[in-house]
Every structure is written in structure tokens, then in C-alpha cells.
């Protein structure tokens, strides 16, 4: 592709998207995931690896989501499917997935919404700020209705805000860290086109994290339960 992969323009050395570009990948990739989840007929695609150096663009920096190396074609009345080794990238993996090794629809779209909270910061998931990994950061100042600090600097003035803060929150709904509670990829669509953020609990549901029994002590091996208040 003419223009490479995300993650470049992202994190790497070229000169950064302006807004309206980040926008229209967003929403461009959210129907590419529209297309594998919903337009299948009687089967439907899980990517399995969503992620910025997975997206790339075209000379009009159109996105093409591409690497299907661990894509996997599934029944429509099927929930979602084990595999014995974890597929995918760290930090982009649902925290269900890391522990019961089944991918679905609702694993995607955390993948997708670590997407969007990068899109937005121009904050790899692999850097940690202020001693919080990129969802918890970026939650923690939506709490405070702080949101617009987690712009990327590098957009200066160049930022629509009523379409940031709908970006950003549709991707704090996706990581949700109870699944049922994730947007569809419907609904993260609807939300893009029209602007209008999903609703988001003001603080982050909080995990517990234990340590699996059958697996060497290690923060990539935690065992994540949802607490609900």
C-alpha cells in the first residue's frame, strides 16, 4: 500500500495524521471489521490481530485491514472458538482471551478499541503513562472529564472535539473489561458516523487479578475476574 501501516504515522517517524485522516481510518476500519463480523452470510470472521501495524493505507489514506495469518471462519450460531496457544498481540488481547483462550466477536472489538484510544493519543499500549497502561490512563481522565489531555500533542489546534471525545469513548466502551458490555461493531459504527458517544462508566470497572495455579507466576499470565460493584 502506498502509505504503509498506521503504526508509522502513529508512533514512528513520519509526519503525524491531522485529525480528519485519523477520523476516517477510524471509521473505515470499523467497516472492515463490520464486513468480516456481519457480512458473511451464515459464517462470520474473527481477525484475531487487530492492531496499527496491521491497518494500512492506501494513497488517500483509506485503511485496508490486512495479516489474516490467524483469522478464522466461524458458524453465525457459534460463540467462539479455543485454541491450546494465545493468538495475537499482548496489549491488544481481550483479558478474557489471555485466560480462557476463546476468541469471538467481543475479543475483536477490545483489540479495536485499543486501536481507537491509539488513534486518538498517538500513545502506543506498549508505553505506560503516569504508571497506567494506555486504557487505564486515558479511562482515568475521562473520569475526571478530562478527556481532551489524552489528545496527541502533535495535533496541536488541529482536533474536532465533539468527534474526538466520540472516538475515544467508543473505544473506552469497547475494552470494556466485561465483554457483554462492549460495543458491536453496529453500534461502534452508528456512534462514528453520527457522533454520538456510547455511554461509559465514569470509573473503570475494577478487575481482580489472580494467579493461575497451572502457570508460572507472571504479570502476562494473570488470571482477570470482573468485580462488579
Same mark, same amino acid.
Request: net charge positive; proline share 6%; charged share 20%.
Given at each position: 500500500?502506498?502509505?504503509?501501516?498506521?503504526?508509522?504515522?502513529?508512533?514512528?517517524?513520519?509526519? !503525524? =495524521?491531522?485529525?480528519?485522516?485519523?477520523?476516517? $481510518?477510524?471509521?473505515?476500519?470499523?467497516?472492515?471489521?463490520? #464486513? =468480516?463480523?456481519?457480512? @458473511?452470510?451464515?459464517?462470520?470472521? $474473527? #481477525?484475531?490481530?487487530?492492531?496499527?501495524?496491521?491497518?494500512? *493505507?492506501?494513497?488517500?489514506?483509506?485503511?485496508?485491514?490486512?495479516?489474516?495469518?490467524?483469522?478464522?471462519?466461524?458458524?453465525?450460531?457459534?460463540?467462539?472458538?479455543?485454541?491450546?496457544?494465545?493468538?495475537?498481540?499482548?496489549?491488544?488481547?481481550? !483479558?478474557?482471551?489471555?485466560?480462557?483462550?476463546?476468541?469471538?466477536?467481543?475479543?475483536?472489538?477490545?483489540?479495536?478499541?485499543?486501536?481507537? *484510544?491509539?488513534?486518538?493519543?498517538?500513545?502506543?499500549?506498549?508505553? @505506560?503513562?503516569?504508571?497506567?497502561? =494506555?486504557?487505564?490512563?486515558?479511562?482515568?481522565?475521562?473520569?475526571?472529564?478530562? *478527556?481532551?489531555?489524552?489528545?496527541?500533542?502533535?495535533?496541536?489546534?488541529?482536533?474536532?472535539?465533539?468527534?474526538?471525545?466520540?472516538?475515544?469513548?467508543?473505544? =473506552?466502551?469497547?475494552?470494556?473489561?466485561? +465483554?457483554?458490555?462492549?460495543?458491536?461493531?453496529?453500534?461502534?459504527?452508528?456512534?462514528?458516523?453520527?457522533?454520538?458517544? +456510547?455511554?461509559?462508566?465514569?470509573?473503570?470497572?475494577?478487575?481482580?487479578?489472580?494467579?493461575?495455579?497451572?502457570? +508460572?507466576?507472571?504479570?502476562?499470565?494473570?488470571? $482477570?475476574?470482573?468485580?462488579?460493584?
Amino acid at each position: 500500500m502506498p502509505n504503509g501501516s498506521l503504526d508509522t504515522y502513529l508512533f514512528g517517524n513520519k509526519n !503525524p =495524521l491531522g485529525w480528519s485522516n485519523r477520523y476516517k $481510518i477510524a471509521q473505515g476500519l470499523a467497516s472492515a471489521l463490520h #464486513h =468480516l463480523h456481519e457480512e @458473511q452470510g451464515e459464517k462470520y470472521v $474473527i #481477525h484475531r490481530d487487530i492492531k496499527p501495524s496491521n491497518v494500512m *493505507l492506501d494513497s488517500e489514506f483509506n485503511p485496508k485491514l490486512g495479516d489474516f495469518g490467524l483469522a478464522r471462519l466461524k458458524d453465525s450460531n457459534e460463540q467462539g472458538s479455543k485454541t491450546t496457544k494465545l493468538a495475537g498481540t499482548l496489549g491488544y488481547c481481550a !483479558p478474557e482471551y489471555v485466560t480462557s483462550r476463546k476468541a469471538n466477536k467481543a475479543t475483536d472489538m477490545f483489540s479495536f478499541g485499543v486501536t481507537a *484510544l491509539e488513534i486518538g493519543s498517538g500513545r502506543s499500549v506498549e508505553n @505506560q503513562v503516569s504508571d497506567m497502561d =494506555l486504557v487505564k490512563w486515558v479511562w482515568h481522565l475521562y473520569g475526571q472529564k478530562q *478527556l481532551l489531555l489524552t489528545v496527541d500533542k502533535r495535533l496541536s489546534q488541529d482536533v474536532n472535539e465533539k468527534q474526538y471525545n466520540c472516538l475515544m469513548t467508543v473505544g =473506552l466502551s469497547c475494552t470494556h473489561p466485561d +465483554p457483554s458490555k462492549r460495543l458491536t461493531i453496529e453500534g461502534v459504527i452508528h456512534a462514528l458516523k453520527n457522533v454520538i458517544p +456510547p455511554e461509559v462508566p465514569v470509573n473503570m470497572p475494577t478487575p481482580r487479578y489472580d494467579t493461575p495455579t497451572n502457570h +508460572p507466576s507472571s504479570s502476562r499470565n494473570q488470571v $482477570i475476574k470482573i468485580m462488579h460493584s
